[in-house]
């Protein structure tokens, strides 16, 4: 058996996989990243990540009967995570932190402390599958569709994937609560943890308004559509995402939603459910897990989490990469992830730069 | 291999001939000391007999003890005590204390100034210097108390107590010490060495945890910071623990009858343990290796591992206990206001402190200084 590190957020998917590890006689480390301090909202009702994690994680680690210790990784989190997500806002994107944090911060740290500690494996609380096989390790999706995480771990160093563990992803939430039950754990009933974990509000311009204070991303700025028309005015466009509805105004024959944010001129552009859907995608921040695709070649991508995944042909590699896709996808999101998928291999990723909307859409 | 303790520093357990002091006064002589009938008698004697077993341990008079709930509040009760004294008498006190001074004291003296006194933090040198121009200028302005500990529990470095003394009696200055981890590891001597306070506890010297005291000198002023009944001359109100009075006592009477030959013991091992990683681990730094140093702890700042708390989490798993700065300051990633002091903020050393105590034998520190050398090469690779 193994020396593996265990992420212990405190909540109930990492608490069931340390004792699904220490069930298979694994010497199981334990471990809860610090990544960022509630203490100046008080009364805060979050699940995860914070202090609370901390303590939970320490109970279901005494349990276990394993060691637990607490990586401080604040000052890394807040560079990577925090402040990446409020300049991605600034710059009209919309921010996927936890797959950032999973990128950059968590599991980087955890292979480099994981190193450290003498450990051969890192596991953590995903709804992912890993196969190691002889031919090479890969990230496949978890069994329980609805709960399946694999999206948010496109961005993991290549290197890291045969020394993966994800204990759940063969299991439903259910049946992951169920252990936790049976097995006594404190985090057994625990609520999922929705909203992002560094927002304690749950309202992400609060964060906006105390990182940015004056800033064109927070300042009024024109509604305009498609065809160039003043449709009306908006507070910032660090509110607005692609695809939105809310904060438009009425008064249109139709719904209108975001289509553009465009940061240079402060404008949010806005048209109809049709205007949504476009079918070509570049992609940059590439990472891939195993080879890189091929120009020609056809793949699956996902553009959101949740999203079914739609067919896509790969038109150009490099530094970035430009799919078209097989069907219109709606609300395609710059800063968002696509993530590409080989039925439920996952291939790898990046960061949406842009989408558009070619001729062949009608 | 069984996980080994390497952390007496941070706390002992409770030795026998201690728990069976104890005892009788858990459930048999269970009374109040302040009720009037037997029950009381028979707890206070227990009391003052524990008061002079105290004071004779460290040559004070029994009257001079003052039994609290263990070094933090000890400390703070000397400072906080002090200045409030002063300010009664409508004066602003000045503290003056040594910049690698336990939390206790540098926290209770940053308390001291937010009520208004002068605070002067005076440097070490990692020889054991203290900076005595600045101590003594900040000594002469008025009424004022040094809080210099006699020894460092990060480094075991021992501060020059006697020689602060003497700098402060020629101002007219009282001077307080921290000596939790010098009983039992250096000769504590309050007639050799004469402090006007002075703080101990229990759990370093294989007493129970929560039960400490403050050696006042007679005459010194203080006032209280708690208020209530008048138990402990009205300085210390609270129905007095007296198991564990009984404990402190008895395991103070017991370091201070054994210290000679146990600190040349553990002293030994230290050395052994200093000598294993010097050979085993390039880049290693004894702590304070120039400074007079109490014999039991052996701190080490290891170049090429930033963190302290990782190497301590290593060699945790490997079971190896130890901590790194102190266990109170562990988790944080940054280097300990200790250690910073030093040898200056840009130090980048992991620091891991090894402390040595009555279990310690040579198979131990050989196991350690193993576990060490194979830990540090893991990471450095890593």
Request: charged share 25%.
């Amino acid at each position: 058996m193994s020396r593996v590190l265990v992420a212990m957020s405190g909540g109930v998917d990492s608490s069931v996989a340390a004792a699904l590890l220490v069930e298979v006689g694994h010497e199981v480390v334990g471990v809860t990243m610090k990544t960022f301090c509630y203490s100046d909202t008080p009364g805060h009702g979050k699940t995860c990540c914070g202090l609370d994690g901390i303590a939970d994680a320490k109970r279901v680690a005494q349990v276990l009967d394993i060691p637990h210790y607490v990586f401080d990784v604040e000052e890394d989190f807040t560079r990577d995570v925090i402040d990446d997500f409020v300049s991605e806002y600034a710059q009209g994107r919309t921010p996927n932190p936890c797959v950032r944090c999973n990128s950059n911060t968590k599991f980087r740290d955890l292979m480099s402390r994981g190193r450290a500690l003498g450990c051969s494996f890192i596991a953590s609380g995903h709804y992912a599958r890993v196969e190691h096989a002889a031919e090479g390790s890969r990230i496949l999706r978890g069994l329980d569709v609805s709960k399946d995480q694999a999206y948010f771990l496109w961005g993991l160093p290549a290197t890291l994937v045969p020394r993966l563990l994800f204990p759940v992803g063969a299991l439903t939430k259910d049946e992951v609560r169920r252990r936790a039950r049976s097995l006594g754990l404190v985090t057994a009933d625990k609520p999922e943890s929705q909203e992002i974990c560094f927002v304690p509000t749950g309202d992400y311009r609060d964060l906006l308004r105390k990182r940015l204070r004056a800033h064109p991303a927070l300042a009024p700025g024109e509604i305009v559509t498609s065809d160039g028309e003043v449709v009306g005015r908006h507070e910032g466009y660090g509110s607005f995402t692609v695809g939105q509805r809310r904060g438009l105004g009425g008064g249109f024959p139709e719904a209108r939603f975001v289509l553009e944010i465009r940061p240079e001129s402060r404008q949010v552009i806005v048209g109809t459910r049709e205007e949504l859907f476009q079918d070509e995608v570049v992609v940059a921040e590439l990472n891939w897990l195993d080879d890189a695709p091929e120009p020609g070649e056809v793949v699956q991508v996902q553009l959101r989490y949740r999203a079914r995944p739609v067919g896509a042909t790969v038109e150009e590699v490099g530094e970035s990469v430009r799919l078209e896709l097989a069907e219109p996808a709606a609300a395609i999101t710059p800063g968002q992830s696509a993530v590409l998928f080989d039925g439920d291999r996952l291939r790898g990723g990046g960061r949406i730069v842009r989408a558009a909307r070619t001729a062949r859409v009608g | 291999m069984e996980p080994i303790y390497l952390d007496y520093a941070a706390t002992t357990p409770v030795r026998e001939e201690v728990r069976d002091a104890m005892v009788p006064y858990l459930s048999g002589t269970f009374g109040n000391p302040s009720s009037i009938h037997r029950w009381g008698r028979a707890a206070d004697d227990a009391l003052e007999g524990a008061r002079a077993e105290a004071a004779a341990a460290l040559s004070a008079r029994p009257r001079e003890i003052l039994f609290v709930r263990g070094g933090t509040e000890s400390d703070n009760l000397g400072l906080l005590g002090w200045c409030g004294a002063q300010r009664a008498l409508g004066v602003t006190p000045t503290l003056v204390v040594s910049a690698i001074e336990h939390p206790a004291v540098l926290a209770a003296a940053e308390a001291a100034r937010a009520q208004g006194a002068h605070v002067e933090k005076v440097a070490v040198s990692p020889d054991g210097a203290l900076d005595f121009d600045a101590a003594g200028h900040a000594l002469g302005r008025g009424p004022a108390l040094a809080s210099v500990m006699w020894v460092n529990n990060e480094t075991g470095l021992q501060l020059p107590v006697a020689k602060v003394v003497e700098l402060a009696r020629e101002r007219s200055a009282l001077v307080h010490s921290d000596a939790a981890q010098a009983i039992g590891k250096v000769p504590v001597d309050v007639r050799e060495v004469p402090v006007d306070m002075l703080s101990a506890t229990a759990h370093k010297i294989y007493g129970p945890k929560g039960a400490g005291l403050l050696f006042v000198r007679e005459g010194t002023p203080l006032a209280p910071l708690l208020h209530g009944g008048g138990q402990e001359r009205r300085l210390r109100p609270g129905t007095e623990d007296v198991a564990g009075a009984v404990g402190l006592a008895t395991a103070l009477r017991l370091a201070a009858a054994e210290q000679r030959t146990e600190s040349a013991r553990l002293a030994a091992l230290r050395d052994r343990l200093a000598a294993l990683l010097d050979a085993s681990i390039g880049g290693l730094r004894i702590n304070a290796a120039e400074a007079p140093r109490a014999p039991h702890v052996l701190s080490v700042g290891v170049e090429g591992i930033e963190d302290g708390s990782a190497l301590v989490m290593a060699l945790d798993i490997e079971g190896v206990a130890v901590s790194g700065g102190s266990a109170c300051s562990s988790g944080a990633s940054q280097a300990s206001h200790v250690i910073r002091a030093l040898y200056g903020a840009e130090d980048r050393r992991g620091t891991v402190r090894f402390s040595l105590g009555r279990s310690t034998d040579n198979a131990a520190v050989e196991w350690a200084a193993k576990v060490m050398s194979d830990v540090v090469a893991r990471m450095r690779a890593a």
